[in-house]
């Protein structure tokens, strides 16, 4: 989202070309040349007016920058503390929207799933927004989510990539699971490992995929199992098949665990 405040000194010009290269769908976004063309940058008149722009639309302006940049950091370091891979970051982003439904106790849900005390001074300073502590704790679930599957998207790629995909998103069900099988796997995820920073402790296995938190890996058999369910006797299998394939075998695999909590929780109560 856009906080047009911290604009409000702007132009209608300025704002109009800003809300343009904003525009969520890219192929109505205009390109540099097209840009180049708007009134705002073709017309010079306006920057003969003396307008100057406020010392505070300028503090606000960098305090924003910042906070932006403090999420960015914050939600990489959720992600990674939670997850030992990028395959298994899914449930990690399920996890944190759980937490995110508890207004002011957020931090402390976030404090049970083990993010360190330090890690979550950092969330309240980067997604705290009142005196109450309540914060805009749904956005720090949607930029978790995000990245997740954008982790996701860059490693299950590289997967796809050492199996010999043929740029259509398709590739040999062999061949993936011949890519897979080689060293456990090592060659093909080592460098998907990699996108998920150094923080990211490896496991030792490459079939992580199906896996969660090691916690719950035993609820899942791993991406070629997933493989093998989802080709079902094809002799190809495509890179989205396989994408929402993990996605729902983890989401599952949170539900099942949640379940499994209000359960206990339940049976220790009567």
Known sequence: TIDWVAFKQASQNARSLCEEMLAWDPRVRPDAHSCLQHPWLSDPSHLLA????????????????????????????ILTNLSDSPFTCISAA???????????????????LGISEEAIKCVVQAFGSDNEGAGDYTEL???????????????????FMA????????????????????????????????????????????????????????????????????????????????????IHRQSAAVVHSACSHVGNVEGTRK
């Open 163 to 246: 199996a010999g995909e043929d740029h259509r998103g398709v590739v040999a069900v062999a061949e993936l699971e011949r890519a897979l099988l080689e060293d456990g796997g090592k060659r093909a995820l080592a460098s998907a490992r990699q996108l998920a920073g150094s923080s990211v402790s490896s496991t030792g296995g490459g079939d992580l995929a199906g896996g969660v938190e090691p916690s719950r890996q035993g609820i899942d058999s791993g991406l070629g199992d997933i493989v093998r369910q989802i080709a079902n006797g094809q002799l190809e299998i495509s890179f989205e098949d396989l994408k929402a394939a993990i």
């Open 50 to 77: 003396g307008c100057v722009v406020p010392g505070g639309s300028l503090e606000r302006l960098v305090q924003s920058y910042r906070r932006s940049q403090l999420r960015q950091v914050v939600t990489e370091h």
């Open 94 to 112: 399920l996890d944190v929207l759980r937490t995110c439904t508890g207004g002011s106790h957020v931090p402390m849900a976030l404090a049970a």
């Open 141 to 159: 679930a949607t930029c978790c989510a995000e990245l997740a599957e954008d982790l996701l998207d860059h490693a299950l790629w590289r997967v």
